[in-house]
């Protein structure tokens, strides 16, 4: 009886064995593949690499938390630099509870994106922990249940981890998520499946380098684009961007960012956030800076995206409106354009306060994708209601550039509210930040503006934008904005879309 016993308790401590081992390999550590190869293999070396990259660079102080930051992913003698300006962001506020790893298969396409489901990803300077609860909830979604194959061999995460050690304070996990296509549907789901997670406890990392093997001067010129669009915190902008870079006949052009998926994703996780955030370019450089081989380069970048709280979305931002009151602002701006169709309008309930505020904006019409209209007015002295009226039945009837909307049209029109922040004039074009301001240039009674999305759909620096604008929509010439009796001023925009 005692020796049944006693093989009974050895089967079972061996089937316990078993199950935790089984256990166990469900999720396997993570190991670093490319220590040594892509960034030292040496902790010590590794530790003291970090230190004088990222204590040697210098940044502004902002109080605004970083919700997300844009890094490279090559090797760390390529562009380790740009890397370190990205996560040198993070030293003031250095405290985290779990940090999203986001980046685009190199190894294989697949539906979907892989999540790593649990355990540990390592590096010479230890374990990382990653989040298996929150690991756990996103593979409840078939989008991200994928295998862990992608992981396995995959760099681009594996190269930011690093500098998060070094940066970071301990105690924060991660969910590592590798894209697997560029389906405009699939990221959209993978973006509102990981929204509840984008909040200030949490951080992003968005691994991408940007064009792949053109020369030196079309990689710059590609990159500026893409930078540019992606400045713009617009999917629409930024795909406009990466879509024109790419249909150009440029030789050994593969790509101009492989990390499309990962960087879509954060900027559409700011969209369907609602809130507001300033995007900045911290640096840039490609492989012919380092290599001095200019014939076939590969681009990087760093940018931070900045979360503005709502308690600070005014001096100029009373221009925030919430998704009821952006409602009634389109409401308006269709009842102005039905009232020149004939057409009774809805009913709209008693303005809100909010609506009463002074300032400018540009009513943008499209009819089926394309530029129908668009009009604008700086005016400060009469409240955006007034105004948004005026515009958009300028925009529909009044802009000689167009025939008038129809009402045949009119039900496929779209209409797009930019709410204009007070100008400041400026010194220099220097000021002029590509992506973010707008420019209005004066010369006596003539005049003309570009709205900031003009600048990033054509690629333009801040000498082609004033340029274009001094030539085309001033009138005094292409050199006309050098001119010392020309004023230059700048503005900011926000854009609000019908939902």
């Known amino acids: 009886m005692s020796m049944k016993i006693n093989l009974l308790a050895t089967i079972i401590l061996t089937m316990s064995v078993f199950s935790s ?66 996560f040198a962001t993070l030293r003031d506020n250095p405290q985290y509870k779990n ?36 690991a756990t909830e996103l593979k409840k979604n078939e989008v991200f249940n994928n295998s862990l194959g992608p992981h396995i061999e995959e760099h681009c995460l594996e190269v930011e981890l690093p500098f998060l050690q070094h940066v970071l304070v301990e105690g924060y996990k991660i969910i590592p998520i590798v894209i697997g296509n560029k389906d405009l549907h699939t990221l959209n789901e993978i973006s509102r499946l990981l929204l509840p997670y984008f909040n200030d406890d949490n951080l992003f990392v968005i691994s991408t380098d940007l064009s792949h093997y053109p020369t030196y001067s079309d990689a710059i010129k590609s990159d500026t684009k893409v930078i540019s669009g992606i400045l713009t915190g617009s999917t629409e902008a930024y795909c406009k961007a990466v879509k024109e870079s790419e249909e150009k006949e440029i030789e050994n052009f593969r790509t101009a960012i492989c990390g499309f998926s990962a960087v879509y994703i954060m900027l559409r996780l700011g969209e369907l956030s609602g809130d507001k955030f300033n995007f900045q370019k911290l640096k840039y450089a490609n492989s012919g800076d380092v290599s001095g081989d200019f014939n076939k380069v590969v681009g990087y970048t760093a940018i931070a995206m900045r979360h503005i709280p709502r308690s600070k979305v005014s001096d100029e931002d009373s221009l925030y409106f919430t998704d009821a009151e952006q409602k009634q602002l389109f409401i308006l701006a269709r009842n102005a354009i039905l009232e020149g169709l004939n057409i009774k309008g809805d009913t709209l309930v008693e303005i809100g306060e909010h609506l009463k505020i002074k300032c400018g904006v540009f009513v943008t019409l499209y009819l089926n994708g394309q530029l129908k209209g668009c009009i604008g007015t700086f005016r400060q002295d009469q409240e955006i209601c007034e105004n948004i009226k005026e515009m958009a039945y300028a925009a529909a009837f009044n802009d000689r550039r167009f025939s008038p909307v129809s009402k045949d049209e009119y039900d496929n029109i779209e209409i797009e509210i930019s709410v204009l922040t007070p100008m400041q004039k400026i010194d220099d074009i220097d000021e002029i930040e590509i992506g973010k301001h707008g420019i209005y240039i004066k010369q006596g009674i003539l005049s003309g503006t570009y709205l900031p ?47």
């Open 453 to 499: 999305q003009v600048a990033t759909e054509n690629g333009w620096d801040a000498e082609e934008f004033v340029s274009h604008c001094s030539q085309y929509k001033a009138g005094i010439g292409k050199d006309g904005w050098k001119n010392k009796s020309t004023e230059i001023y700048i503005y900011e925009t926000l854009i609000y879309k019908e939902k």
């Open 99 to 134: 940090v999203f790893l986001i980046g685009s298969s190199h190894i294989a396409a697949f539906d979907g994106a892989s999540v790593y489901p649990g355990g540990f990803f390592e590096t010479p300077l230890g374990q990382v922990e990653v989040n298996d609860s929150i």
């Open 21 to 86: 081992l089984s256990a166990q390999s469900t999720y396997p550590n993570r190991r670093a593949v490319m220590a040594g190869k892509f960034y030292p293999g040496d902790s010590a070396a590794l530790q003291r690499y970090l230190e004088i990259e990222i204590n040697q660079i210098i940044l502004a102080p902002d109080s605004n938390r970083i919700r997300a930051i844009v890094a490279p992913h090559a090797g760390y003698s390529f562009s380790g630099e740009v890397a370190a300006h990205a």
